[in-house]
C-alpha cells in the first residue's frame, strides 16, 4: 500500500511536469510564429520608420527655420563695430588764436595751438541700431513667400508618402502574388510526384517506358527549380518591404490576403472627387500660383522707397581733444526714382507668370484625371480578367485530378496526364499574371486618389 502511494505521488509530479513542459513549448512555439502583416498594417509602419520620409521631413524642419530666422528681419538689428590699432603716424591739428572766441577780453585760445597724437594703440567703438520703416512692407511680402516655401515643403513631404505608401503596396502586393503562385507550384509538385510514383510502379510492370518515367521526373525537377526561384522572389519582396518599413530586412512576417475594392476603388465620380481633393500634385500647383502672386507683389514693393529709423553711436579712443561719444538719431532713405520703366516690364513679366500657373493646375487637374480614368478601367478589366483566370484554373485542377485517377486505373495514357499538366501550369501561370495585374492596377489607382 505505501508503495502504491509513492508511485500514485510520482506519477502525478511527472505527470504535472509533463504538462508544465507541453505548456511552456506550446507558448514558445506561439512565440516562433512570425508576426502576420496586413498591407495596412504595413503602410502604417512605413508611414511611421521610412527612412526616406524621415529625410524628407528633416528638409521640411529646416524650411521651417529658415521661415523663422528671416522673420527676424521685421524687429530692429543692432551692430557693433570696434576697430583697435596703432597709428602709422602722428594726428597733429592746430587751433588758431580765437578759434573759440574771447573771454574778458582775451583770445581763446590766445596763440594758434598745436594738439597731437603720438604713434600708440587707438580704437574705435560704434553702434548701429536700424528698425525698418517702409521697408517693413517689402520684408512682410517676402516672409509671405518663404511662408509659401514652407507649405511646398509640406506637400513635397505629402507627396513623397504617397510615393512611398505605393511602393509599399506595390511590393506587398508582390510578395503577395509570389505566394499564391508558391502554393500553385507546391501542389504542382505533389501532382508531379504522384505520377512520378504512379509512373514507376508502371515502368516495374511494363505498362509505361522508361523515358517516360524519365520526363515525368524531369518535369517534377523544373518545378522544384521554379519553387526553389519564386521562394528567392518572395524572399527579396519581403526584405525590401522591411526595407520600406524602416526595419531589419530579415524581420520575418507572414502576409495576409488583401482587402475588397474600397467604394472610391469602385466608384469613378467618387475616385476623381478624392483625386482633385487629395492629390499632391494639385497642391503643390495651387502653392505655385500663390508664388507666382507673391512675385508680384515684390517687384511692386520695388516701386516703395526703402526708409529705416537708425540710432548711430561712435566712441574714439586714443586720440588726444576729440569727443569721446558721439550719438546720433535719425531716418535712413533711399530710392531709385527713375529706372527706364525696367520695374513695370519686370511686373508684367510676373503678372504672366501668373497666368502661366493657372494653366498649369489647369492642365494638372486635367491630367490627373485622365491618369484616374485610366487607372480605374485597369482595375475594374484586370478583376474581371483574375476571375476569368480563376474559373480557368479551378477547372484545369479538376481536370487534372480526373486524368490522373484514370492513369491510375489505366484508363489514360501518361501523355494524356502530362498535357493536362501542362493546361494547369499555364493556367496558375495566367492567374500569376491576372493577379499581378490587378495589384499593380489597384496601388496605381490608390497612388493617382492621392491614398494613404
Partial sequence: MVN????????????????????????RANDDQ??????DNAVKIALANNRTLKITSLK????QQEYLAFKTHRYPTFQTFIFASVLLAPVSF??????????????????????????????????????PLFTLYKINIALQGKGLLVDQAAQDYEGKKISVVANVRETYYTALQVEDSISATEASIKAYEELERISTQYVAEQVV???????????????????LKLQDKQATAKETLNNLMGRDIHTPFNTSAAAELSPAEDNLPTAEA?????????KQAEIT???????VKQTKAKYLPDMDLSVHYVSPFGFNFVPQNIAGAGVQFSWEAWDWNRRKHEVNAKNLQVEESKVGLDETK???????????????????????????????????REVTEQYGQQSKLLRDVLQQQASVDKANSDYSSALAEFWSARAKLLKAMGEE
Wanted: net charge negative.
Fill in 4 to 27: 502504491r502511494g509513492i508511485m500514485q505521488a510520482l506519477l502525478s509530479k511527472v505527470g504535472f511536469a509533463v504538462f508544465v513542459l507541453a505548456l511552456s513549448s506550446g507558448l
Fill in 34 to 39: 512570425p508576426e502576420v502583416l496586413t498591407v
Fill in 60 to 63: 521640411l524642419a529646416d524650411t
Fill in 94 to 131: 592746430t587751433v588758431p588764436a580765437g578759434q573759440w572766441g574771447t573771454f574778458n577780453g582775451q583770445a581763446i585760445p590766445a596763440t594758434n595751438t598745436s594738439i597731437t597724437t603720438p604713434q600708440q594703440p587707438t580704437a574705435y567703438v560704434m553702434a548701429n541700431l536700424t528698425q
Fill in 209 to 227: 517506358l522508361q523515358s517516360e518515367l524519365m520526363e515525368v521526373q524531369t518535369k517534377l525537377s523544373q518545378e522544384k527549380l521554379s519553387l
Fill in 274 to 282: 478624392k483625386a482633385l481633393e487629395q492629390n499632391s500634385d494639385i
Fill in 289 to 295: 500660383i500663390k508664388q507666382a502672386q507673391n512675385m
Fill in 366 to 400: 486635367a491630367q490627373i484625371l485622365l491618369e484616374v480614368d485610366k487607372d480605374y478601367r485597369e482595375v475594374h478589366e484586370a478583376q474581371a480578367a483574375l476571375a476569368t483566370a480563376q474559373v480557368f484554373r479551378d477547372s484545369a485542377r479538376e481536370k487534372l
